[in-house]
């Protein structure tokens, strides 16, 4: 299917073959989802808004609702003010929302939508009802990504509802652009230190939600808005993650002064014990014994299965928060990333990468805002072991007959991963076997007979 790539690579400036990214609204819907009670509404044209739907559809295998303002072609020439305040009407009307969360999209950026404006005069005439909240954030598609629109969008969260009271013992986390899974593994983690901890946005119990028969527009689970304004009276703030965190913290630093620190996501145990140290730094607290294990467990993992890691090729693709972490945790298990890549700009990407790389792979090749047609050809002039990315990497793999493993954002054709966390010392484990069995498939269906072993 991709068997035609070439392997001469030529710099490209103005265009983009197989994106490793996707739109702004899609990450602010994600955010967006994890409010409690909150209805995300597209500010653009009903395929825009159905589009990002079905992506986070077919990735968490769970009815994902949001609104859209269902543009026009009158809207496009006139504005789309009108349909917006048709939609506050009937959204509180029917749906009942605590928090609808506006998003733009590319349309209502060129028409220059003055959301605030729109928003102050709804709440004005009457379509916001009192003790209902309208929040909305800019997430034009043709910047940024996917992580830019989710870390617009929880950044909004803090400008609307964070409040300064009397400062607490509380600590806010901002878990990153992760999956349902990991955010319930973070709350786990503060449990087990016996902390309070508010992690923004939550969609643990709102795209992981048991089938009990019953539907429910509205799960149980997601941030609820008196936690989102106690994030203005937190001990400190941790943001994992620098693209999709980082400028909720700073904001909530500059609104309210409460200190942050930015961390990787805790992806393996160079991370994840970065994340325990700075929750000891903040509290005085001492790790419990459990996580102590845990740590124990992983490093055993990597231990037992160190001679089927140690040198192997790797190429790696996705989120720039994911892909640095990744990144770390497999050279601490001796593997060799010799390709690494986001779709996301910021120029911080690869200075890290070559950071974490300059021992290992000094000449890896490290592309940010980059696209899945140059991992290819870079892989076409440098083989590799493993590769580690989204659903999309499969034609890559299928067409170089490469091991895949799913990781990130989105695995359209797998099922599991929103159910499984990859941080934490447990998601290592997780993630960490994955790898590893995926190699040791290859080793059975590639050795001959006489190397074919029932013990591995």
């Known amino acids: 299917m991709l068997d035609m790539t070439p392997k001469e690579i030529q710099e490209r400036k103005a265009l983009?073959?197989?994106?490793?990214?996707?739109?702004?609204?899609?990450?602010?819907m994600y955010a967006a989802l994890g409010i409690h009670r909150c209805l995300p509404h597209s500010h653009g044209s009903q395929g825009c808004c159905a589009y990002h739907r079905?992506?986070?559809?077919?990735?968490?295998?769970?009815?994902?609702?949001?609104?859209?303002?269902?543009?026009?072609?009158?809207?496009?020439?006139?504005?789309?003010?009108?349909?917006?305040?048709?939609?506050?009407?009937?959204?509180?009307?029917?749906?009942?929302?605590?928090?609808?969360?506006?998003?733009?999209?590319?349309?209502s950026e060129t028409i220059g939508d003055d959301l605030p404006t729109i928003i102050k005069k709804a709440r004005?005439?009457?379509?916001?009802?009192?003790?209902?909240?309208?929040?909305?954030?800019?997430?034009?598609?043709?910047?940024?990504?996917?992580?830019?629109?989710?870390?617009?969008?929880?950044?909004?969260?803090?400008?609307?509802?964070?409040?300064?009271?009397?400062?607490?013992e509380h600590l806010n986390v901002i878990p990153g652009f992760v999956e349902p899974a990991d955010m319930r593994e973070i709350k786990s983690l503060l449990s087990q230190f016996g902390l309070r901890g508010i992690v923004f946005p939550d969609t643990s119990d709102v795209l992981d939600t048991p089938q009990t028969g019953d539907y429910h527009l509205?799960?149980?689970?997601?941030?609820?808005?008196?936690?989102?304004?106690?994030?203005?009276?937190?001990?400190?703030?941790?943001?994992?993650?620098?693209?999709?965190?980082?400028?909720?913290a700073k904001a909530l630093e500059n609104k309210c002064g409460v200190p942050f620190k930015v961390l990787d996501l805790p992806i393996g145990v160079a991370a994840t014990d970065r994340f325990v140290q700075a929750i000891m730094d903040i509290t005085g607290l001492e790790p419990p014994e459990t996580l102590i294990d845990d740590r124990g467990r992983l490093i055993d993992i990597m231990t037992d299965m160190q001679h089927y890691l140690y040198g192997k090729k790797v190429a790696i693709f996705g989120d720039p928060d994911q892909v640095i972490a990744l990144t770390e945790f497999l050279v601490s298990c001796g593997m060799k990333p010799i390709h690494v890549l986001t779709g996301t700009p910021?120029?911080?990407?690869?200075?890290?990468?070559?950071?974490?790389?300059?021992?290992?792979?000094?000449?890896?090749?490290?592309?940010?805002?980059?696209?899945?047609?140059?991992?290819?050809?870079?892989?076409?002039?440098?083989?590799?072991?493993?590769?580690?990315?989204?659903?999309?990497?499969?034609?890559?793999?299928?067409?170089?007959?490469?091991?895949?493993?799913?990781?990130?954002?989105?695995i359209l054709d797998r099922v599991g991963h929103s159910y499984f966390p990859t941080v934490g010392y447990r998601g290592g484990m997780y993630l960490l076997s994955r790898i590893v069995n995926t190699l040791l498939d290859r080793k059975d269906r590639?050795?001959?007979?006489?190397?074919?072993?029932?013990?591995?």
């Open 124 to 168: 004005e005439d009457g379509l916001i009802p009192e003790g209902k909240w309208v929040i909305h954030t800019n997430t034009p598609s043709y910047v940024g990504s996917h992580v830019t629109g989710f870390s617009n969008m929880v950044k909004s969260m803090v400008d609307y509802f964070a409040e300064s009271e009397t400062a607490g």
């Open 346 to 410: 910021g120029k911080r990407f690869e200075l890290r990468l070559k950071g974490i790389l300059k021992e290992v792979a000094p000449g890896a090749n490290v592309r940010a805002a980059g696209d899945l047609f140059l991992l290819h050809q870079w892989i076409k002039n440098e083989p590799v072991d493993l590769l580690v990315g989204n659903t999309y990497g499969k034609y890559i793999a299928r067409a170089e007959d490469i091991p895949f493993v799913r990781f990130g954002f989105p």
């Open 54 to 107: 079905s992506h986070l559809t077919r990735h968490y295998r769970e009815p994902v609702v949001a609104a859209t303002s269902s543009f026009t072609e009158g809207a496009a020439v006139f504005g789309g003010g009108g349909n917006l305040r048709q939609a506050l009407r009937t959204i509180f009307k029917v749906y009942n929302p605590d928090v609808v969360a506006v998003h733009t999209t590319c349309l």
């Open 446 to 456: 590639d050795d001959a007979d006489e190397s074919f072993e029932l013990v591995m």
């Open 16 to 28: 983009r073959i197989n994106p490793a990214k996707t739109c702004q609204p899609i990450g602010a």
């Open 218 to 248: 509205f799960p149980k689970g997601g941030v609820r808005i008196d936690d989102l304004k106690a994030t203005g009276s937190a001990k400190a703030t941790l943001a994992l993650g620098p693209w999709a965190s980082e400028a909720a």
